[in-house]
């Protein structure tokens, strides 16, 4: 069975940068697109950043456009993201997530079939 495990949240100060990682098992990484999908306290999962399966396509929240950088590994099964000028508006826990084969509405959750637990990003003073 595919799993997906986040790591490389914790506590920062508004301006600081860190990088998320997301570790994916039991599967075929190199054909998996996957995203981002954050979810801040008392508010809906919002989607955050996708990557093609091939790399060829990113896409960004207008909220974390010239911020973010989502890439991946293959040869180590594992997707990245690099979170730089972070805001105290980042402050959530962050979700990696598989995208279903056949799926095309890459900014929507329903497009996805596995997730992993999340890890928690604060950012503040």
């Known amino acids: 069975q595919v799993q997906l495990q986040e790591s490389g949240g914790g506590l920062v100060q508004p301006g600081a940068s860190l990088r998320l990682s997301c570790a994916v098992s039991?599967?075929?990484?190199?054909?998996?697109?996957l995203a981002w999908f954050r979810r801040a306290l008392g508010k809906e999962l919002e989607f955050v950043a996708f990557?093609?399966?091939?790399?060829?396509?990113?896409i960004y929240a207008d909220s974390v456009k010239g911020r973010f950088t989502i890439s991946r590994d293959n040869g180590e099964s594992t997707m990245y993201l690099q979170m730089n000028e972070l805001k105290p508006e980042d402050t959530a826990v962050y979700h990696c997530?598989?995208?279903?084969?056949?799926?095309?509405?890459?900014?929507?959750?329903?497009?996805?079939?596995?997730w992993g637990q999340g890890t928690q990003l604060t950012v503040a003073s």
């Open positions: 997530a598989r995208r279903r084969f056949g799926a095309t509405a890459n900014e929507n959750d329903v497009s996805y079939d596995v």
């Open positions: 990557i093609m399966w091939n790399g060829e396509k990113t």
């Open positions: 039991g599967g075929s990484f190199n054909i998996y697109s």
